[in-house]
């Protein structure tokens, strides 16, 4: 048995479009991937997030189902279209009401609250006016903190600004694989850039109305090269290295440097000087208390002159990304948990001026219901072989706070639809049934214990 430190933070984590559902009710606006999803041939099998799983109805069986598990805390994002359904101006109280309601329930049955802000479901409205490549939206996205910090702000602690800015501005904006679908790199630079405004002057507005801890989400992988992946020591030629330098600054440090540090990677100084403006790094550069970390596997790639650019990579002509050998999830993302404790001890070091935290972690697989069972050894695998992994990392020295699995629930996995299956339990999408599955009871064994 590993055991992890006292106070070790033990939760799920969810986003609203994936499984609030209710899209249409009590006043919320349209985001973009209403719009999106609705849009033939971007989602799979058509299906969008109207009805999800119905948490927006079901929030007390869910936090029911939470207490079950013993879970200290939950992960979840509000929907900016609830709040201003018009992406600025007049809030509206129904769509805050739910959040609310949420809140109280959670706090009755001792689960702390971590509330993320920004879990890519821009309202349609401020796309439409730009979305991300305008830089108007960050100002937005302050008033909009502000409302939420305004209701929630004497009982929630946890703040999250941001999940996964790399994905809102390289997937909606580079390679158009995620909302609002568009191609345009330049644009996504300037999207990345927004999403880091909009950050940082979220910070200061949750920071002055007295938030306790506040943390910026990064989707983060180690990036190794193919000999890299199962021997850290393996010889790595310059070229290799170049390559790999020049992904890692744009998946880990494009974030974490102009947030913890004010200054872009050198790599990426010139990309983001067409739209940096005197003073912008000082307001991105606020204190926060944690990062979070979404991680499930690592980046592998080479150096291969030649190889055009990436649209989701600008900047990435001459590398090529890499498959991985061995066992790989339903995604086909390979199964690499010593990824994880590279990637912990790594940012631990890099970044010692903050607590680090497990934000997502989790894995696909084909489930089936047997008897009102779901065996899902594979996953209940995944996670315990990355929650030693966590635990390796610890003893290395990285101050890690907690782990949160992705994800509660089955879900909307986004272009993916409801086919991949990332929940510890499972939702019959005919009747909305939730059933833990055996990775959930393993997980609820756990957390009781504080150790794997
Ligand atoms: O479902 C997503 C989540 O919304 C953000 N991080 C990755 C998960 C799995 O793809």
């Known amino acids: 048995m590993r055991t992890f430190p006292a106070g070790f933070v033990w939760g799920a984590a969810t986003a609203a479009y994936q499984i609030e559902g209710a899209a249409k009710e009590d006043g919320r606006g349209q985001s973009i991937w209403d719009t999106f999803s609705a849009t033939p041939g971007k989602v799979a099998g058509g299906d969008t997030g109207e009805t999800a799983t119905d948490h927006y109805h079901r929030y007390r069986e869910d936090v029911a189902l939470m207490r079950s598990l013993g879970l200290g805390a939950y992960r979840f994002s509000v929907a900016w279209p609830r709040v201003q359904p018009d992406g600025g101006g007049a809030v509206n109280p129904l769509g805050l009401g739910f959040y609310d309601r949420l809140v109280d329930e959670l706090l009755a049955g001792d689960i702390t609250p971590y509330v993320t802000l920004y879990h890519w479901d821009l309202p349609q409205a401020l796309e439409d006016r730009g979305g991300w490549a305008n830089r108007d939206t960050a100002y937005r996205f302050a008033e909009y903190a502000q409302a939420v910090h305004d209701k929630l702000g004497d009982r929630v602690r946890e703040w999250t600004t941001l999940n996964e800015p790399w994905v809102a501005a390289f997937l909606g904006y580079g390679n158009g694989v995620h909302a609002p679908g568009r191609t345009e790199p330049a644009d996504a630079l300037r999207a990345a850039h927004h999403l880091l405004l909009a950050h940082g002057l979220g910070t200061k507005v949750l920071r002055e109305a007295g938030a306790e801890r506040i943390m910026l989400v990064i989707n983060s992988a180690p990036v190794f090269t193919p000999a890299q992946v199962h021997d850290p020591a393996a010889p790595v030629s310059e070229a290799d290295a170049e390559a790999v330098a020049r992904i890692d600054a744009l998946l880990t440090r494009q974030f974490l440097d102009p947030a913890l540090r004010g200054r872009y990677p050198e790599e990426l100084v010139a990309a983001h000087a067409p739209h940096v403006r005197d003073g912008d790094l000082e307001l991105i550069n606020q204190p926060i208390d944690l990062v979070g970390i979404n991680y499930y596997n690592p980046t592998v790639v080479e150096a291969a002159p030649g190889t055009p650019a990436d649209p989701a990579w600008p900047g990435s002509q001459g590398v090529r990304?890499?498959?991985?050998?061995?066992?790989?999830?339903?995604?086909?993302?390979?199964?690499?948990?010593?990824?994880?404790?590279?990637?912990?001890?790594?940012?631990?070091?890099?970044?010692?001026?903050?607590?680090?935290?497990?934000?997502?972690?989790?894995?696909?697989?084909?489930?089936?219901?047997?008897?009102?069972?779901?065996?899902?050894?594979?996953?209940?695998?995944?996670?315990?072989?990355?929650?030693?992994?966590?635990?390796?990392?610890?003893?290395?020295?990285?101050?890690?706070?907690?782990?949160?699995?992705?994800?509660?629930?089955?879900?909307?996995?986004w272009a993916e639809g409801y086919r991949k299956r990332f929940g510890i339990v499972h939702v019959d999408y005919g009747t909305l049934t939730r059933t833990p599955k055996d990775s959930a009871l393993w997980y609820r064994d756990a957390v009781s214990a504080n150790a794997v």
């Open 321 to 413: 990304f890499c498959p991985v050998d061995g066992p790989a999830t339903a995604m086909g993302w390979p199964i690499v948990p010593s990824g994880l404790s590279r990637l912990l001890v790594r940012l631990g070091r890099d970044y010692p001026e903050v607590g680090l935290m497990v934000t997502e972690n989790g894995a696909a697989f084909d489930d089936t219901v047997e008897d009102g069972r779901v065996h899902d050894a594979d996953r209940l695998d995944y996670l315990r072989t990355h929650l030693r992994a966590v635990h390796d990392a610890i003893g290395e020295g990285a101050d890690v706070r907690g782990y949160l699995v992705w994800s509660l629930l089955d879900n909307f996995e």
